[in-house]
Every structure is written in structure tokens, then in C-alpha cells.
């Protein structure tokens, strides 16, 4: 799959989503109109899997040249407006556990919880989804018009672009809410209908991809039945927050994250539980091997992610991102601090994000799951006294281009060795973009998802629920939990030590009524410096300005 998402990187793959170099605010029926156009009636097999190829690749680079080309939409740059990072800009810059320090024209007022309809970010990572889905939509159209190649195969493509389709319009009804539908049978202009409208036709096809869905192992980088179910059940989680109250998806989201459970319990990695054995090495260079299809099958961790690779896929987005953003060189000599990009195997050092002193408070010093990151000893500040200050927040270290040695520490042999320690110099492993996969959906995040449900919704075996928080709680060499301990504060904490940086942030807040109001501060909320109160209609984001003016018949989400 890395050969052809990077083949899709062509002029051919651009064929396929003509019109989409813009933006999403008009028609987003794709279908090509230019006789010239590669269409089904002149496709080969092998252009086929490209064009599979090119709805994987929009979610893993910007566009078509490589990091410093052109994007699949205009309005941001490349690197800013590449799938998943527009997606942390809005799950994970509004909240509590990241904050970046840049004054970044838009970003500011994501970080500052002072938004408004004309944000560009917004209206990047809302072009981007719908960028995608058009991609999706057209493919799916291409398989239906008769594509060429064996009957399997193409009805395994077609789900396959299902799932992927499902997935941003799972953010469109997270992030915005309401939103405009178009699929594959869609003649014109989309039609914008309700969160809970749009909340039941995801339900309902993520349920029939699933039950379609083959049993056996994908090939690494394609989506695989885990990564499927595990969207399903994050749908199921947030039910109640998608529908207004109307439906509880506990008993639903148990029984999916059940399923998954049975197809990795048992099986090997830690406490036999399927998950990797060491926490910190599902983030790295060669977290490739806990990846659907990935070598290490007892630990196939990775549920869904996207594979890169650091000559071949590099976009600005991705895990470059997360692994150059919160690193800085700095010498105790000049800097009154230390962290250098070698430690982590990188080439490339931003030093524009940090934690807050809430996130940081989260952690007890024995958890390993936030063992990298650089804190007093390394002259670091847990405090955000000044804003704009790298070291005013602990570094925060989760993702790196290190490789996996033994017993949890890091290859020396084929160079990376983490060290934080100017007297112990590393190995020169020094990528600028790194070969770090990106989990989308992990086990660990099924374990939690059940006990959430069985404390919150109340359903499911209980004594089970206790047992795979555990799992996530020891991996992480910290104490178990009694049943006196499973509630509903420290389950929604225990998912931020786990699962922070991936994305479920603003979701999970949001979901336990601590994103608005004032029940929960943190530092900057509201661009307060020990947080302020922000209004219950930012628990979504306004449909942008820009939307609204292309297609007047949309309606604004309530408040702005």
C-alpha cells in the first residue's frame, strides 16, 4: 500500500478528483466530464488500485507534489491543511493538552477557545473532509460503472472506500455537527441535513461495512474488520452527545468493542491481553510491526493507521508533525535548558507546542507513558507563565523516530537511542520526516471504551470492564484500579494519559460535559491564563462562513 499511495502521487491520480484543488464549497459532485478524463470504460486493473490508492492518500498527504507542493484544497498551506493535522488543530489545540506557542494567523483563536465563523482552519479541516468524501464518492462510482478486475477484489475496494468515506464524515458529525451529504448516488449540489440525520446513516453503514466485512488480516496499510468496528463503536460512544440525548450506544458500543476484544484476547503481548508490551513503542519509527498486516501479530495494537515512511510518504501533517512540533534544540549553556531533535531520531525540530499544567498534573512520575517527556530536570516549566515560551510547559515527548530495542529501551545498533543527556550522545538516526506510522484507532482505546460504558451507561460484565483498564493501567506501571476507583472522572483522565495527541480530546470532554461552562478550566481557555468559561454553542464549530455563502440553503449551527 506504501508503493501505491506514493504512485498515487501523480498526474494520473489527479484525474481523479478534478475540480478538487479549490475547495469544497461547491459541487461536490465529482464526476469527470471530460472525455479525456480515465473513466471505468479505460481503466486498467492497475489504475484502479491507484485510484484505491489516492482515498488512502488523502488522509495521509496534502496533495500531489510532495510536502512542499500543491494541496487537494487552496486556502492553507500544504502542510497545515493535510488531513489528520487539520483534525488535531480542532480536537486537540482547543483543549487542555496541547497548546501551540506560534501566533499563527486562525490557530491562535483555536488554541484560545476564541474561534468564530471565519476561521480558516476551520474552514480547512471542514474542505479537506469533504475533499475526501468527494475522492470516496468517485471511486465508489468507478466500481459501480464497472471498473476492471476480479469480482473479490473490487467488492472488497468498494468497502474499503466505505470505511474511509465514513470516517470524515464521522469527523463532520463530531467537529460541525450538521453537515452536507453526498454519496455515490448523489445528482448535484449536496444537501445539508441534521447531526442525528446524518448521526443514522453513519450508524447504519458502518453496521453494514462491518457485517460485510471479511474476517482475515489486511495487507499493511488497508483497513482491516478491527479498524472498521472500532470507528463503529467510537460512534456508539459519542451517541448521546450526536443525538441529543435521544439514544444511549453503550450496549452498542460494548458489544462492538467485545467483538474486537475476542479477536486479539488471548493471543500474546501484554498480560496476553493483544496489546503491544511496551507503551512507548507503538509511537515509533517502527511501529510499522503493530500495524494491521504489521510482523508483530500478538500485538497488532494499531486497529486502523496510516502507514509513512520518511523517503517516500512526507507530508508536513502526519506524524512529522507530531514528532518535530514539540521538539526544540536548546543547550543548558545557551538555553537554560536541553532537548535536541537526535534524541528522538529526527532531522527536523519545530519547538511550537507544549503541555499545560492541567494535562501535566494528570500523570504520576512512575507512568512510563509520559517517561519521555521533558520536564524540571530538563529546564522545563510546568506552569504557562508566558504564552509564548517553549520551556513555560513540559515538553511533551509521545511520538518519535526512535527504533525499538529490548526490554522497552531503543536500538543503538541501527541508531536512535533516546538520552535527554548532553553527556550521552546518540546514534546520528536523523530523518526529516520520520517512518512513524499514525494509529487512527488502537486496542488500548476498545479496553477503555468498554469500562467507560460499563461505568457510565452501566451495561456490560463488570468485573470484565475492570480488568481491561487494568490492562491499559499496568502496561503503563502504574497501580491497578479497585472497583471503588472505577468512575467517571478517572476513566475520562485515564483516556488523556492513554490516548493524548490521538485525537479524541475535544470529543471526550464534550462527551462528559467539561469542554464548555466553567465545570473545567485549563490554562488559555477563553485566552484566560488560568482559564476561563466559554459559551455551551463551541461544543461544536460553526459551519464556515465561506459554506454558508456558496450554499445559501445551509443553516448556521446556533450561536454564531
Known amino acids: 500500500m506504501k508503493k501505491y499511495i506514493f504512485k498515487s502521487l501523480s498526474a494520473l491520480a489527479l484525474t481523479f478528483s478534478l475540480g478538487m484543488t479549490t475547495s469544497c464549497v461547491g459541487d461536490l459532485d465529482q464526476i469527470p466530464k471530460d472525455p479525456n478524463i480515465l473513466t471505468s470504460a479505460n481503466f486498467t486493473e492497475e489504475d484502479v488500485r491507484m485510484a484505491l490508492a489516492k482515498c488512502y492518500s488523502g488522509i495521509a498527504v496534502s496533495g500531489q507534489s510532495g510536502p512542499n507542493g500543491d494541496s487537494d484544497i487552496s486556502g492553507l498551506d500544504g502542510g497545515t491543511s493535510q488531513y489528520t493535522r487539520a483534525i488535531y488543530m480542532l480536537n486537540e489545540f482547543t483543549t487542555d493538552e496541547s497548546k501551540w506557542i506560534w501566533p499563527d494567523v486562525g490557530v491562535f483563536d483555536l488554541v484560545t477557545n476564541t474561534w468564530g465563523k471565519d476561521n480558516s482552519n476551520i474552514f480547512g479541516t471542514y474542505s479537506r473532509l469533504y475533499v475526501h468524501i468527494a475522492i470516496c464518492n468517485d471511486f465508489i462510482r468507478l466500481i459501480d460503472n464497472g471498473a476492471p478486475g476480479a469480482e473479490a477484489d473490487l467488492a472488497q475496494y468498494r468497502l474499503e472506500a466505505r470505511a474511509l468515506r465514513a470516517l470524515s464524515y464521522y469527523w463532520v458529525v463530531d467537529l460541525f455537527g450538521k453537515g452536507g451529504f453526498v454519496d455515490e448516488n448523489t445528482d448535484g449540489n449536496p444537501k445539508q441535513i441534521s447531526r442525528l440525520e446524518l448521526y443514522n446513516w453513519l450508524k447504519t453503514e458502518l453496521e453494514d461495512i462491518v457485517k460485510n466485512y471479511p474476517e482475515a488480516a489486511p495487507v499493511y496499510g488497508r483497513i482491516g474488520k478491527d479498524g472498521v468496528q472500532a470507528l463503529l463503536a467510537r460512534l456508539y460512544l459519542n451517541a448521546k452527545v450526536y443525538t441529543d440525548g435521544a439514544e444511549d450506544g453503550s450496549a452498542k458500543c460494548q458489544e462492538h468493542c467485545a467483538a474486537i476484544i475476542a479477536r486479539h484476547k488471548g493471543k500474546g503481548g501484554f498480560n496476553n491481553s493483544g496489546l503491544a508490551n511496551h507503551y512507548m513503542y507503538v509511537f515509533c519509527g517502527d511501529n510499522h510491526d503493530y500495524m494491521p498486516g504489521g510482523s508483530n501479530a500478538a500485538e497488532n495494537e494499531i486497529l486502523w493507521g496510516i502507514p509513512y515512511d520518511s523517503e517516500d510518504i512526507q507530508p508536513y501533517g502526519g506524524t512529522t508533525f507530531l514528532c518535530a512540533a514539540n521538539v526544540k534544540n536548546m543547550t543548558w ?228
Request: hydrophobic share 35%; glycine share 10%.
Open 333 to 560: 549553556a545557551d538555553d537554560g535548558a536541553y532537548m535536541n531533535q537526535a534524541d528522538y531520531g529526527m532531522g527536523a525540530q519545530w519547538g511550537c507546542m507544549h503541555a499545560t499544567p492541567e494535562f501535566a498534573s494528570k500523570f504520576e512520575e512512575a507512568d512510563k507513558r509520559w517517561s519521555m517527556w521533558c520536564k524540571e530536570e530538563n529546564g522545563f516549566k510546568k506552569e504557562n507563565t508566558g504564552f509564548s515560551t517553549f520551556t513555560d510547559g513540559y515538553g511533551v515527548v509521545k511520538f518519535t523516530n526512535l527504533l525499538k530495542g529490548t526490554d522497552g529501551g531503543w536500538s543503538t545498533e541501527n541508531g536512535g537511542v533516546y538520552s535527554a543527556d548532553p553527556a550521552n550522545p546518540t546514534p546520528a538516526r536523523s530523518e526529516q520526516f520520520p517512518d512513524t506510522d499514525l494509529p487512527l484507532f488502537r486496542l488500548a482505546e476498545v479496553y477503555l471504551m468498554y469500562a467507560e460504558c460499563n461505568i457510565v451507561g452501566g451495561t456490560g460484565d463488570a468485573a470484565a470492564a475492570l480488568e481491561y483498564v487494568n490492562y491499559v493501567r499496568e502496561r503503563a506501571g502504574v497501580a491497578k484500579w479497585t472497583p471503588a476507583e472505577m468512575t467517571a472522572n478517572n476513566i475520562l483522565d485515564e483516556r488523556c494519559r492513554e490516548l493524548y495527541w490521538e485525537n479524541v480530546r475535544r470529543s471526550d470532554l464534550v462527551r462528559f460535559g467539561k469542554f464548555t461552562g466553567n465545570s473545567y478550566l485549563w490554562s488559555w481557555k477563553n485566552n484566560v491564563a488560568k482559564g476561563g468559561s466559554i459559551p455551551e454553542h463551541m461544543n461544536v464549530f460553526p459551519i464556515p462562513s465561506d459554506v454558508i455563502s456558496a450554499q445559501p440553503d445551509f443553516e448556521q449551527n446556533p450561536g454564531y
